[in-house]
Every structure is written in C-alpha cells, then in structure tokens.
C-alpha cells in the first residue's frame, strides 16, 4: 500500500460541474470544504490535508472518464474521506462514485460532517448517530447502504469536533478501528 496522507473531501455540487462566475463557490457543501482550507491556510498544523490538490484540476469540457480517473487517482492518495452531508446534499454521479469507490474498492474510512448542526447532541445519542443524522443518509443511500463497512466518525459542523476526528488514528486506511460508528461527544 502506498503512503497515504491526504484527506480526500466529498461534498455535493450540481451537475455539471461549473467554477465560472459563482458556481460550485455558491453551492453550500463546497463552501463547507473551502473553510476546511480556510483553518489549514490561517493555522498549518490543522490537521488537513487536502486530496483534491495532488492532481490537475478537472474542467467543464471534461469527459466523464477524465473525471473518474481524477476522483480514483485523489482517493488512492488518501487515508480518509471527509463527507459534508447536509440538507442541501443531493445524490450525484461524483459524490455516488467518490463514496462507491472510497468505501467499497478502497476502505477509506469516512468522516461525516453535518454543517446544519453545531452541536453534537443534535446528530448524535450517547456516541451514535441519532435519527437525524440518519434521516440525512436517506439522500446517499451508497453511504447508507455501505457505511457499516467501514469506520465512521460523526460530527457536528464544529473546528474542535472536526480537528479531533482528523488527529484520531482510527478513522484512517492505515490504523482502521473496529468500532465501525463513532460520534465525539
């Protein structure tokens, strides 16, 4: 197995896929990702390290192909998947590739952000996700139907919660823990 560092961050954006004018910067899981870089440009020992930035950057005009390759090349790279999972969340062709891919080829442990909730007693009872996390996997049922094959951790949208899943050991390919579904509390 290759050394893995990076943290491979899946979020939804409409498709196609359109950084002109305002695009995906308008669409609300890929600003939760931008603030991601955002706390590793203003502080470099947040724990972030991102996946997307060791391979070209793929373009409107781009195929189909040239995309999944993209995406595959990205999550070889990386020890985790960040998921924003939210009420904007909608399936899409990337985010069922990049989860399908990450979870069942590769078993990359998966970090579920939920930027609608700040507080972890808002997804979670005692240190499982509640129903409302739940209720948000219903829009991803590739996450849902295969989460319990990998390690989980759930946290609300929160710099400390997130920053703690990121330093935990056990939400990465290398040191997969066996508690398959964690939430921080």
């Known amino acids: 197995m ?10 939804y954006v409409a498709e196609p ?6 695009g995906a910067y308008a669409t609300p899981d890929f600003v939760y990702y931008n603030m ?34 993209r995406l595959h090349a990205r999550l070889r790279n990386s020890k985790n998947i960040i998921l924003f999972l ?3 969340t909608k399936y ?17 442990p998966v970090i579920v952000v939920y930027p609608d909730y700040c507080l972890n007693s808002t997804i979670a009872d005692g240190n499982k996700p509640n129903a409302t996390a ?9 996450f849902r139907d295969n989460c319990h094959k990998v390690p989980t951790a759930h946290v609300p949208l929160d710099k400390t919660f997130i920053q ?22």
């Open 86 to 88: 939210s009420s904007n």
């Open 92 to 108: 899409s062709r990337a985010l069922y590739e990049e989860l399908d891919y990450g979870i069942n080829v590769l078993g990359l």
């Open 2 to 11: 290759s050394y893995r560092m990076y943290n491979y961050s899946a979020f």
């Open 36 to 69: 991601l870089r955002a706390w590793k440009g203003k502080d470099s020992s947040f724990p972030f390290y991102d996946a997307h930035q060791t391979t070209y950057n793929v373009r409107d005009n781009s195929t189909w192909d040239t995309l999944k390759e």
């Open 134 to 142: 739940k209720k948000l996997w219903e829009s991803l049922p590739v």
């Open 17 to 22: 896929f359109n950084e002109s004018n305002l």
């Open 164 to 185: 703690q899943a990121l330093n935990d050991k056990d939400f990465t390919v290398q040191n997969k823990s066996t508690n398959y579904c964690w939430c921080y509390s």
